[in-house]
């Protein structure tokens, strides 16, 4: 795709980033992506998530052209990816970054905001404001060696603001910052989501994740194992959970057995309830699970929970969490057990590794 | 541009921060004051507030201006910003490249909308920058001395500064191709000194086979010279015995060991030229393909000797050098220059290592920074392939 072509493509269906097929095969046949799509929407708070070495900061690093991918193909802000025009609209704070020491947080600023093309003038009028945004203003003259993990983040986060871009793309941007620090950051990424910028956030925080993103996707073993907003990747997971009041796990799995027809329900299997039967159901630690998002589907089962005269003692719409969704991607359906972390390796025949 | 100078503000600021630039500096400071506080008079010398005569080290003989521009070329220049300032700013710039690519610095830098080729020469050239400051501050200073304390303001000077960078250039491109293939500025900072090291004995080694070469020549033009003179003397020799009736040979018809023909009996030393002539022949032939062999070799090295020497040779014309090194010669024999023989015996080696100085005078500056600027591209040009090809 030629860059007047990618442009258009990715105007059209106005995407920030808009990749198809990338590989990475390093020296040494590790295979890093074995084929990732991914579709990043403007405007959005996207997150990356996956285990260690299932390959997001390869993509990232593919992104921002630190290294180069086997085969790729799609848009990144309306450039090919790989363009270097593109990267001036783009803020970006790797993971494990090091500034030099000698360098003040004011100077950082500059220094990366003159390398992304900002004109004097302009690094000047923004800095100060992007310090004051990450609560570094105190130590814009200090120099970076005697700063914490924590400001250093901070001032990462601020440099990659300085050419006020269209896309923030950040590598666990909470690493090292203390909780206060993190709710600053998540303040920040909501504000650059009002002003319209995409934010591309790649962490192993989930419950961060879960807070701010719009959109997530999970990658596992190099490739996109599942993609979409959370609503959408939880809806399958969603449930009611009836807590019925009783003194003993047994007596609970007992009183919920008499619902669905049974003496006793088995842990984790999937029965019937008796009042509403093409409902599924299912009994964890005597708790009974509807597995509805409607609640008029509800209403029967309490209806007959109280005929028979048990007590409820709360009644919760539950949707899966982030982490919950995150370690069904990471398990094996087959076994059960959690994959392996870490990419494949390339095999003899060039076909493609296992997991 | 607004990358390039930012990526040269930052490089600065990085010397800044070192202390050996500052110690440097200081030091070239104190090279310069020592520079400053020796000086000529018409009787002699002076170092500080002490005067010292001397018969040849004074003003009447050596003008005051020549005297401090050849102790910039030849010293100064030569000594303290080639070999001391030169390995201390190794020192200080081994780790620049390595710095540069680690893993956590990297990222950044090439995340930005600037080629990987512009970004990798312009981060070489902050490499260089250690060296323009020190030899700018020190040639500027030096020219402030030369001016008040030799009364003449000589542009001329300021020519060490693109020299010195050049020289300097051909040992921080190895450096950093060094230090981008191993990331370690430890192995870059000695695997460039084994370099110029390197460098230096086959400079060394050429500039004695051209010696040899040299010297070979002149014995040749020198045993020719006595050949004819000893030739025509032998004649009237001959001429003289055989008037004499003295016999030149047995009776058997052979001449005395060591002799071939009637002249050489007639004059013994004949021979004696002769075989010389012949030694200095066989002698010159194997100098000569050795010097070309090595002059073939060192074409396509750097050569970082005689980029400094080229600051002498736009400085000091032969004629002062013949001046100065006079002096040098009678320091060293006792002998003043106007008692010395016209008549030569023999090839010194004083006569061999001004012969040397001549040949080496006269190779062309294509030939000193052509080639050596050629290497140097090569170098970074496999520096830029790496660079550009190379996943961080």
């Keep these: ?355 | 541009m607004i990358q390039t100078w930012a990526i040269l503000v930052d490089g600065y600021r990085e010397l800044n921060s070192k202390k050996l630039f500052w110690i440097t500096m200081a030091l070239s400071l104190l090279v310069v004051c020592a520079f400053a506080a020796f000086g000529l008079h018409p009787a002699g010398y002076s170092a500080l507030w002490f005067k010292f005569d001397h018969a040849f080290l004074n003003s009447r003989v050596i003008p005051p201006e020549k005297f401090y521009t050849f102790i910039f070329a030849s010293i100064g220049i030569p000594v303290w910003l080639t070999w001391i300032a030169s390995i201390l700013a190794l020192i200080s710039t081994a780790g620049i490249i390595p710095d540069f690519v680690t893993g956590g610095a990297i990222e950044l830098s090439l995340s930005k909308p600037i080629g990987r080729v512009r970004l990798f020469l312009t981060k070489y050239c902050t490499g260089l920058l250690f060296v323009g400051l020190q030899v700018s501050a020190f040639t500027l200073a030096c020219m402030l001395v030369i001016g008040i304390r030799g009364r003449s303001w000589e542009p001329i000077l300021l020519l060490a500064i693109p020299i010195v960078l050049c020289f300097y250039s051909y040992l921080y491109a190895m450096c950093a191709l060094i230090g981008l293939l191993t990331r370690s500025a430890i192995a870059a900072l000695l695997l460039t000194l084994l370099f110029w090291i390197l460098l230096f004995a086959l400079n060394a080694t050429d500039s004695v086979f051209v010696m040899q070469r040299e010297r070979a020549k002149a014995e040749i033009e020198l045993y020719t010279n006595r050949e004819v003179s000893q030739l025509r003397l032998a004649e009237g020799q001959l001429r003289a015995l055989k008037e004499m009736g003295t016999p030149l040979s047995d009776e058997n018809g052979k001449f005395p060991e060591g002799l071939s023909s009637e002249l050489e009996v007639a004059n013994p030393m004949l021979a004696s030229t002769r075989r010389k002539l012949e030694e200095a022949k066989v002698s010159s032939t194997a100098w000569t393909r050795r010097s070309a062999i090595m002059t073939d070799v060192r074409t396509v090295l750097p050569k970082t000797s005689e980029t400094i020497k080229l600051l002498e040779r736009y400085m000091l014309s032969p004629d002062d050098l013949k001046l100065l090194s006079r002096q040098q010669e009678y320091k060293s024999t006792g002998v003043s220059p106007a008692d010395a023989s016209d008549e030569p015996r023999y090839v010194s080696d004083q006569q061999a290592a001004q012969m040397t100085e001549d040949v080496l005078r006269g190779r062309s500056v294509w030939w000193v920074l052509g080639t050596s600027l050629g290497f140097e591209a090569v170098v970074l040009g496999v520096c830029c392939v790496i660079f550009a090809r190379r996943d961080f």
């Excluded at chain 1, 959970?241 to 003993?248: F, N, R, S, V």
């Excluded at chain 1, 599924?280 to 699970?289: D, Q």
């Design chain 1, 1 to 355: 795709m030629d860059h007047s072509e990618a442009v258009a493509t990715g105007v059209a269906n106005g995407a920030a980033i808009d990749v198809r097929g990338v590989h990475k095969t390093y020296r040494g046949g590790v295979q890093a992506l074995r084929g990732v799509d991914l579709f990043v929407k403007h405007g959005e708070i996207f997150g990356l998530l996956g285990p260690n070495g299932a390959g997001k900061s390869t993509l990232v690093k593919i992104l921002m052209t630190v290294i180069s991918p086997s085969r790729a193909e799609g848009t990144f802000l309306g450039g090919p990816v790989g363009y270097k025009g593109t990267l001036g609209r783009v803020g970006y704070l790797p993971e494990h970054h090091r500034f030099p020491d000698y360098l003040t947080g004011g100077q950082v600023l500059d220094f990366f905001g003159a390398m992304s093309g900002v004109p004097a003038r302009e690094r000047k009028r923004r800095a100060g404001p992007l310090l004051e945004l990450v609560g570094m203003s105190d130590w814009a003259k200090k120099r970076v060696k005697s700063y914490s993990k924590g400001m250093r983040q901070r001032v990462g986060i601020a440099q990659a603001l300085m050419n006020d871009p269209d896309i923030v793309v950040l590598d666990e941007p909470t690493d090292g910052v203390d909780p206060v620090g993190r709710r600053d950051i998540r303040n920040v990424l909501q504000r650059l989501k009002e002003e319209g910028k995409t934010v591309f956030l790649n962490s192993h925080l989930l419950s961060e994740l879960e807070m701010v993103c719009d959109r997530v996707a999970i990658m596992v073993q190099g490739k996109v194992a599942s993609q979409g907003t959370i609503d959408e990747l939880t809806r399958d997971g969603r449930r009611y959970e009836i807590d019925l009041a009783y003194e003993t796990e047994t007596a609970g799995r007992h009183f919920a057995g008499m619902l669905t027809g049974g003496t006793e329900a088995t842990q984790g299997a999937i029965v019937r309830v008796s009042a509403m039967p093409e409902l599924e159901a299912g009994v964890e630690r005597g708790v009974l699970i509807l597995r509805t998002t409607e609640p008029e589907k509800v209403q029967p089962v309490l209806d007959e929970i109280r005929r028979r005269g048990l007590t409820i003692r709360s009644v919760r719409q539950v949707r899966p969490s982030l982490e919950d969704l995150f370690m069904r991607a990471v398990t094996d359906p087959a076994t059960g057990e959690t994959l392996a972390p870490g990419a494949a390796k390339k095999s003899r025949r060039g076909n493609g590794g296992g997991a």
